[in-house]
């Protein structure tokens, strides 16, 4: 491995003896910025020392390290959570365990070898090497794979917090969503079709629409529509599909504002992004006639409120069984070279293309 050398030796405590990797020569290359500011301008590639694990902590090396859109937003200074300077980018990957610190017996089960991912905010992912406190992280099942793994705690968790949390839903009732094309509606797809929902997702006219829409429906969407189409469509006023009981909107604006109309009476629509930067516009008939339910959800704040849950473990067992048996995959995605950083941060919010691609720091 470059920049590490690891000697492991057994190490012996009263009558109990541990595995102790110790280490020498540990350099970690990472993305670091000091100002608020475009990507590429701010982030700079540095290198630094690492040190030895302590008691309660282990040194992973990074597998894979995504770039989310809340990751650009934070370095622009856009998001509502502002960093401490100099601060490193990213908040999700997934590394394996290189060395453990001190007692081996005492670090909650992790091991040299397993794979794990953080599953606190505000880290700082993007970097080769990392020291990480034991409760920080979470085991991952060695069968997934890298991508799927390196992007399970945004995209996939926020799709089906917003699926679980808001609607009682059953097989056969309809959600509707906006951006169905992003890394998080390609998950809300694939969570719908395992849940036998029907999921009808709308997205910009483009094109290559007709190989977009082959594309979302062979993930699993009921149907795909274009932002016009959704303006005429006959699909719910017709009984095609059953009225959406549930919106999930990313978008806002204009495009929020049809996606509600849309809605049968005593419906929900969540937003949890913005992307036309525009605000969502409530109709006075929508609320007192439908008795439509607008509410808002940050994958963000839901973490640190149920950190070591039920829920929390619930979720992340289902999700890993889905992912084994092959009923949900990453996102499109490029795994990109960590050195060709600025490229990579520089497309990530690119919106233009096929489908949302996902770009994933190969290290």
């Not at 969502?280 to 007192?288: F, G």
């Not at 084994?324 to 690119?350: C, Q, S, W």
């Amino acid at each position: 491995m470059a920049h590490i050398m690891r000697q492991l030796s057994l190490a012996t405590n009263g009558s109990h003896s541990c595995l102790i990797a110790r280490n020498m020569s540990v350099m970690a290359k990472v993305l670091r910025y000091g100002e608020f500011g475009e990507p590429a301008k701010v982030l700079q590639l540095q290198e630094e020392p690492v040190p030895d694990p302590k008691q309660g902590e282990v040194l992973i090396k990074t597998l894979g390290a995504p770039i989310n859109p809340a990751d650009i937003n934070t370095i622009q200074g856009k998001y509502p959570v502002k960093p401490t300077f100099p601060a490193v980018g990213g908040n999700e990957c997934v590394g394996e365990v290189v060395a453990i610190g001190g007692n081996a017996n005492a670090s909650n089960s992790l091991k040299v070898g397993d794979r794990v991912v953080p599953f606190a905010t505000g880290l700082g992912t993007w970097r080769s090497h990392a020291i990480y406190s034991t409760n920080q992280l979470m085991k991952v099942p060695a069968n997934i794979g890298v991508a799927e793994a390196a992007t399970i705690t945004v995209n996939p968790c926020t799709g089906y917090r917003m699926l679980k949390d808001f609607v009682t839903l059953k097989p056969g009732d309809t959600v509707i969503q906006n951006g169905a094309n992003s890394a998080c509606g390609q998950a809300i797809i694939q969570l719908c079709r395992a849940w036998n929902i029907e999921c009808v997702g709308i997205v910009r006219d483009r094109p290559e629409f007709g190989q977009l829409k082959d594309y979302l429906k062979g993930l699993g969407a009921a149907e795909i529509l274009t932002e016009e189409e959704l303006r005429t469509t006959k699909l719910f006023k017709d009984g095609i599909f059953r009225k959406p009981k549930l919106a999930l909107n990313c978008v806002g604006g204009k495009n929020a504002l049809e996606l509600s109309r849309q809605l049968d009476q005593a419906g929900v629509m969540v937003t949890y992004g913005g992307m036309s930067r525009e605000p969502v516009t409530v109709p006075t008939a929508s609320l007192i006639f439908k008795d439509l339910r607008f509410v808002g959800f940050w994958m963000t704040r839901w973490t640190k409120e149920h950190a070591g849950s039920p829920q929390r473990s619930e979720m992340f067992n289902e999700l890993f069984g889905l992912i084994d048996r092959g009923a949900l995959k990453a996102p499109a995605h490029e795994m990109i070279a960590f050195e060709d950083y600025t490229a990579a941060v520089t497309n990530a919010l690119n919106i233009q293309g096929f489908v949302g691609k996902k770009y994933i720091f190969r290290f």
